[in-house]
């Protein structure tokens, strides 16, 4: 028999949009408040929209989108204010963390060399932004900015914000009174102060501290602020894929004799984190778009480098474009840790039937 | 007779307030049988936790194959070494193979090359009869497959005694059968076992001892024969009327 390719689409929305009345009357909906919005949007962002090189002026007279914005404006929104004629160089600093990240996204090479890559590849990207070495010009952090410095927060806060957290929540399980206190005072501390005060304490409070001549870097100073404000919440989710193993498991690695700390690294946290990776990419993904507050201590995120591209009078009335921009931007990060996260769940619970 | 491999000497342990183990005082010689038995909440369990120090005993002496436990960390690594355990939930570790679970404490605890890990943990999954499991993980196997690749993995690391904790309660009837053989054939290669179960039928089989404990108590201490058909005392012959006449 022939399959009937025909009634595919009819059996698909009868099955997904019209498979109750209340279902029925929400499809009708929708459908007419797209027939509303559809129109205007694609004759603004479409029909009318300004595209290629061009000035304000040219956008004004077309009346619809400002895309022209971008063309002109891409590099500052996404370099900051790093020397335009250097812009290769966090470029491909950005082309670095991506492949990086792509290779850590393959289970098959979740090795220890793994770390020694990344020691490595973080350490490349840093002379790369840096310079002062290799006969590149040496340009500080305060002018780095846009979707590398972006990327280099969120990516470094995680990464070591991640080991932190899973030390904190056994911290926080520990028999060890002491440790135990300091894991929860940490935890709770950290959780009831707003990350915008954590990042003002990091950059404002944390110099004061120091000896007279020692300044310690302001980026680095917010990625600190990042990471011991992330790794609180990530302990919290470690801690309850800890609780929900069961005692029997760490019995049987004790009776094999197994150390506490081979125990938990073969036996718990691989089955407690797999248990929580939909909080913890949240927390991640949470992270990566936090990092958009470091412009609150000066520096020039994303974000902050297209309100400052938004800054030339001319351009200004078309903020919406560049805000677009930088949203999908993010938006494509986000989406994909989030994918990311659904796969490898996914693949590492391969053995729950 | 030689020193007994394992030797509990009035031994005393509660839970908080609650006194669970009452002057225990227990030898087990080397290649023995014991099986203990009595009503649930009687203190089975803590007892032979005790031995391999999942459980703390407060007061009392117990010996293991020469070693004193004690809070000494090495003396209890050395005597965890030497005493393997079957739990009735077997705790099998889910995210590792069958292979996975037999090879990890040889290879990382023992310190064998994988290799030879591997070829010990073929033959003992032979011994157990499912070598042909031994790629996949423990939720694909039944009950009773998984407390066979329990028993096999507690005998990776070679040790002189075995401790068992009701290994056949968790399981639906007909597979109780294919567990108790694989344990029957440890006994009679000469295993010294401490085991916690209410099979009758395999405890008159295999048992040199019974021990019938009750309220923290032991309460008799009996060859099978006479355990059976002449129990002394009146708390074992009301358990056994029960555990026999259903
Ligand atoms: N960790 C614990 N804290 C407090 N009380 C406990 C603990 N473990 C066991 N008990 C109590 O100690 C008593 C003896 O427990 P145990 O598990 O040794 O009994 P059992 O003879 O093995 O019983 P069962 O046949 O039900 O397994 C029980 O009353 C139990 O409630
Ligand atoms: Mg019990």
């Known amino acids: ?353 | 007779m030689a020193a007994p491999i394992v030797e509990l000497c009035d031994v005393n342990k509660w839970f908080g307030a609650f006194h669970v183990l009452k002057d225990i005082t227990l030898e087990v010689a080397k290649g023995e049988k014991v099986v203990v038995c009595g009503p649930s909440g009687s203190g089975k369990s803590t007892m032979i936790r005790c031995i391999n120090r999942l459980e703390e005993h407060q007061s009392g002496r117990i010996v293991v194959d020469g070693v004193e436990l004690a809070d000494d960390i090495k003396a209890i690594d050395a005597v965890r070494r030497r005493v393997g355990m079957v739990f009735q939930s077997f705790n099998l570790f889910p995210h590792l193979t069958v292979l996975e679970n037999l090879t990890l404490a040889p290879v990382r605890v023992a310190g064998m090359a994988p290799r030879d890990a591997e070829a010990t943990a073929m033959a003992l999954l032979e011994r157990v009869r499912i070598p042909e499991q031994a790629g996949k993980f423990p939720g694909q196997l039944s009950g009773g497959q998984q407390q066979r690749v329990a028993i096999a993995r507690a005998l990776c690391l070679k040790p002189a005694v075995m401790l068992f904790d009701e290994p056949t309660s968790a399981l639906d009837p007909e597979m109780v059968g294919e567990v108790l053989d694989v344990m029957s054939g440890l006994a009679a290669e000469g295993m010294t076992m401490i085991c916690v179960t209410h099979e009758m039928g395999f405890a008159r089989a295999v048992a040199d001892t019974m021990v019938f404990m009750d309220e923290g108590r032991i309460v008799e201490i009996a060859p099978p024969a006479r355990f059976f058909d002449h129990p002394a005392n009146e708390r074992t012959k009301r358990f056994l009327g029960k555990i026999i006449g259903h």
């Open chain 1, 1 to 353: 028999m022939k399959p009937s390719f025909r009634h595919r689409p009819l059996d698909w929305g009868r099955a997904n949009l019209f498979s109750s009345p209340a279902n029925s009357l929400l499809t009708v909906l929708a459908l007419a408040l797209l027939w509303q919005l559809a129109p205007p949007l694609v004759g603004w962002g479409v029909l009318r929209a300004s595209w290629g090189a061009g000035d304000p002026e040219t956008c004004r007279q077309a009346g619809g989108a400002c895309w022209t914005l971008l063309t002109e404006k891409h590099r500052l929104m996404l370099f900051g204010v790093y020397p335009y004629e250097q812009h290769w160089r966090p470029l491909l600093a950005m082309a670095l963390f991506v492949a990086l990240l792509a290779t850590s996204a393959n289970r098959r090479f979740w090795r220890p060399w793994l770390a020694a890559l990344w020691l490595l590849t973080v350490l490349g990207i840093g002379i790369l932004m840096w310079g002062g070495v290799l006969g590149l010009v040496p340009v500080e952090t305060a002018q780095w900015g846009g979707l590398p410095l972006t990327l280099v927060i969120a990516v470094l806060a995680i990464a070591m914000a991640f080991p932190f957290s899973i030390l904190l929540a056994l911290g926080r399980r520990s028999d060890l009174p002491a440790i135990k206190a300091l894991s929860v005072g940490y935890i709770e501390l950290v959780r009831g102060v707003p990350l915008v005060s954590v990042l003002f304490m990091a950059s404002v409070m944390f110099p004061l501290f120091l000896p007279e001549g020692v300044t310690i870097d302001k980026a680095l100073r917010a990625l600190v602020g990042m990471t011991l404000f992330t790794a609180a919440y990530l302990a919290e989710a470690v801690r309850g894929g800890l609780q929900a193993i069961p005692r029997g498991q760490f019995e049987a690695a004790d009776v094999l004799g197994l150390s506490y700390w081979q125990a938990m690294r073969l036996i718990i946290l691989p089955q407690a984190l797999r248990l929580v990776i939909p909080p913890i990419v949240n927390q991640f993904i949470t992270c990566f778009k936090d990092t958009s507050l470091v412009t609150i201590v000066g520096l020039y995120d994303l974000l902050a480098a297209t309100k400052a591209a938004l800054n030339d009078p001319g351009w200004r009335p078309f903020f919406v474009e560049g805000y677009l921009a930088a949203a999908l931007v993010y938006f494509c990060f986000c989406f994909f840790m989030s994918r990311y996260s659904q796969w490898l769940e996914r693949e590492l619970n391969r053995d729950r039937r």
